[in-house]
Nanobody
Framework: QVQLVESGGGLVQAGGSLRLSCAASGRTFSSYAMGWSRQAPGKKRELVSAIGWSGGSTYYADSVKGRFTISRDNAKNTVYLQMNSLKPEDTAVYYC???????????????????WGQGTQVTVSS
């Protein structure tokens, strides 16, 4: 099992940047592919980015491609989401997720992720 704790959310103006962090504890971090998902009020949860254990496999949703960058530091058991050129439509609660098994692959399917953090709020003002 793994525990996930997100941090780094906040309020930012459109065009600004934030970096989210997710610290993992428990099982060996490299056993997991990691992802970031978001959910805005009244909308379905959307997996926006994912990364395999080595960083060799990554995924970005079209809505964030070119603006967000996912990375991980296996020595620190941490995954990051660098968010640039933020838009008001990026406003959501962002959740970190971990997928055990086939950890080399950055799955785009949210249901394949086994563990989820509590979330961190990101608000982008216009």
């Amino acid at each position: 099992q793994v525990q996930l704790v997100e941090s780094g959310g906040g309020l930012v103006q459109a065009g600004g940047s934030l970096r989210l962090s997710c610290a993992a504890s428990g099982r060996t971090f490299s056993s997991y592919a990691m992802g970031w998902s978001r959910q805005a009020p009244g909308k379905k949860r959307e997996l926006v980015s994912a990364i395999g254990w080595s960083g060799g496999s990554t995924y970005y949703a079209d809505s964030v491609k070119g603006r967000f960058t996912i990375s991980r530091d296996n020595a620190k058991n941490t995954v990051y989401l660098q968010m640039n050129s933020l838009k008001p439509e990026d406003t959501a609660v962002y959740y970190c997720a971990a997928k055990y098994g086939s950890s080399w692959y950055a799955s785009r399917i949210a249901d394949e992720y086994d563990y989820w953090g509590q979330g961190t709020q990101v608000t982008v003002s216009s």
